[in-house]
């Protein structure tokens, strides 16, 4: 897990090529151990019958892909008709992503348009070099200023609670990779296409 002070090395190693970075997996360390996962941010209607969760990682290729494409399908068809409702929880990799989740909490009611931001936009600031102000500058495109972005990244209660939202999935949902994807809490194997959700959702509407 990231601690406080591997985070404050992290935001200034940010604009150097990450070769030398590393986030540890799942070590639980002292000034976390108590931390209490962050609430659920909910897209969607919260009576909604069917609940989507899905573990991600802000810089997992196959996540932006998936945000890009078949989520947005699926919240036109279920999520803004009111049938399903939608939580992201982080499960960030590495500190960009662990950076990006941060921003996004930070943004308050922004939140879903602060991630869809940073997924469309990955290529740009997931990168070697310069990822530092590429952050900041997208930050800067929510209505976030640098001193709110910098007190953002340095919240060290916001950073424990990440850290407590991916302990949780690791330990009770065997969540272990990006995107996971859980609907009323049965994990949807395989390919990730329309198809396959409504294979499992139709038949929760119809009960």
């Given at each position: 897990?990231?601690?406080?002070?591997?985070?404050?090395?992290?935001?200034?190693?940010?604009?150097?090529?990450?070769?030398?970075?590393?986030?540890p997996a799942f070590a639980q360390s002292a000034d976390t151990a108590?931390?209490?996962?962050?609430?659920?941010?909910?897209?969607?209607?919260?009576?909604?019958?069917?609940?989507?969760?899905?573990y991600a990682s802000m810089t997992c290729p196959h996540c932006a892909n998936f945000h890009k494409t078949t989520f947005q399908e699926l919240k036109k068809e279920y999520i803004d008709t009111g049938k399903v409702?939608?939580?992201?929880?982080?499960f960030p990799f590495d500190p960009l992503a662990a950076a990006v989740f941060m921003i996004a909490r930070c943004s308050d009611d922004k939140y879903y348009d602060v991630v869809d931001l940073f997924f469309e936009t990955q290529g740009e600031w997931a990168v070697r070099e310069g990822a530092l102000a590429k952050i900041r500058g997208l930050a800067r495109q929510t209505g976030?200023?640098?001193?709110?972005?910098?007190?953002c990244l340095t919240d060290q209660k916001l950073l424990d609670g990440i850290n407590a939202v991916?302990?949780?999935?690791?330990?009770?949902?065997?969540?272990?990779?990006?995107?996971?994807?859980?609907?009323?809490g049965e994990k949807l194997e395989g390919a990730r296409t329309m198809n396959a959700f409504?294979?499992?959702?139709?038949p929760k509407l119809d009960t």
């Open positions: 897990m990231l601690t406080r002070r591997t985070f404050a090395a992290m935001t200034v190693a940010l604009a150097l090529p990450l070769a030398g970075l590393s986030l108590a931390a209490e996962p962050l609430p659920d941010v909910v897209l969607g209607d919260p009576n909604a019958p069917v609940t989507i969760v899905e409702k939608f939580v992201l929880r982080e976030m200023t640098d001193s709110a972005f910098e007190a991916k302990d949780r999935g690791y330990s009770e949902f065997n969540v272990t990779g990006t995107p996971t994807i859980l609907i009323d409504r294979e499992i959702i139709d």
